[in-house]
């Protein structure tokens, strides 16, 4: 077994501490990692307190995960050592139903294995990225390109491909108007895409101030959804919306605002919330969700951000912070995407 270290939460009452465990060995088809950089999703914090479902503790969170690759094994093809490379929200997956050969691993039919707070096939309890090293599957380990800032790629594994994969499905471009409800990890980095995608963006927040930071991301215009004259003027106007947004807020309020035929696509995870009827029938809306990418789209989401300069805006943490940094995430105190720097382990 491989001895490694990290912070853990050891029940869902405590906060995160330094914790040893054991990797499995390097298999034939494994690559095992030095862990430089981890970004902290707001998940982190939910899956230790059990917000979502009863956790599997002791738990080292972290899905972010950019590193060196310093062990291979026999049959691992495509990974070299000393090569830079990630791991995102999975390490595994059956890899043999209809959704997994259609490069939808995130939606494997029996189930894909995430990278912590789950279980691999082998039974053996997932650990994540606030660690020193992970053995990762080479079908789920990524390549990361050199010409970004590695820091600041860590959060595109989660944050970056959760926002990439529904305007990509969706075919989000030119001669749409998206707006992007939330301006958080997950909506910096959606404004960005859009933006690239050749779509008119707007920014919808309930944070006056956070116009000129959505400004200065690419959007090309802002909403202040507390302004009742401001929605009012937005009204039956956009092609997509991409809800980003994991606190309460009035969805059919929010479906108002498309167009016949538009989308509100979900991709953060608030409590549930009442929809009335009218709200989807009334200009034959849709109401649509989606959960990060497959390891393909993935890599092309990495591939289109070394190609085009786009990484997250980060604060980059020592790991003892971790805790106050959950607070300051909460509080919405941070742009927009703290990452622990691992050599601080």
């Not at 026999?74 to 259609?102: I, R």
């Not at 989660?158 to 909506?187: D, E, F, N, Q």
């Not at 006056?208 to 802002?222: I, T």
């Not at 059919?252 to 549930?272: C, D, F, K, Q, W």
Request: proline share 4%.
């Amino acid at each position: 077994m491989i001895q490694s270290k990290g912070y853990a939460a050891q029940n869902a009452e405590t906060d995160l501490a330094p914790w040893n465990f054991e990797h499995r060995e390097v298999g034939p088809h494994d690559v095992q990692l030095e862990i430089l950089y981890c970004g902290v999703c707001h998940s982190d914090l939910h899956q230790i307190k059990n917000d979502w479902f009863p956790g599997i503790f002791p738990m080292v969170p972290g899905h972010e995960i950019v590193g060196k690759v310093i062990k291979v094994g026999d049959h691992v093809k495509n990974f070299k050592v000393n090569e830079l490379a990630g791991v995102g929200c999975m390490v595994d997956s059956c890899q043999v139903c209809e959704n997994c050969k259609a490069d939808l691993e995130q939606y494997c039919l029996e189930g894909s294995t995430q990278t912590y707070n789950g279980k691999g096939r082998d039974g053996v309890p997932t650990y994540g990225g606030y660690a020193n090293t992970i053995v990762v599957r080479e079908e789920f380990v990524l390549h990361i390109s050199e010409k970004l800032s590695l820091a600041a790629t860590a959060p595109l594994l989660c944050a970056g491909i959760t926002t990439y994969s529904p305007l990509r499905h969706w075919k989000v471009g030119k001669g749409h108007k998206l707006a992007v409800l939330g301006l958080g990890g997950l909506g910096h980095m959606a404004v960005k895409f859009g933006v690239a995608f050749g779509a008119e963006v707007t920014v919808l927040s309930t944070s006056p101030n956070k116009e000129a930071a959505a400004k200065a991301l690419g959007a090309h215009h802002f909403v202040v959804t507390s302004d009742a004259e401001q929605v009012k003027a937005v009204t039956g106007t956009f092609d997509f919306i991409l809800d980003t947004v994991s606190a309460d807020h009035d969805m059919n309020m929010y479906l108002s605002l498309l167009r016949t035929n538009g989308t509100h696509i979900v991709v953060g995870v608030p409590a549930p919330y009442p929809i009335h009827p009218f709200s989807l029938i009334g200009g034959r809306k849709s109401l649509a969700g989606s959960g990060i990418g497959g390891i393909k789209e993935t890599q092309e989401m990495l591939d289109f951000c070394a190609e085009n300069n786009i990484v997250s805006d980060i604060e980059l943490i020592d790991i003892k912070d971790i805790t106050a940094s959950y607070q300051r995430m909460v509080k919405g105190d941070v742009r927009y995407r703290f990452v622990i720097d691992m050599k601080t382990l």
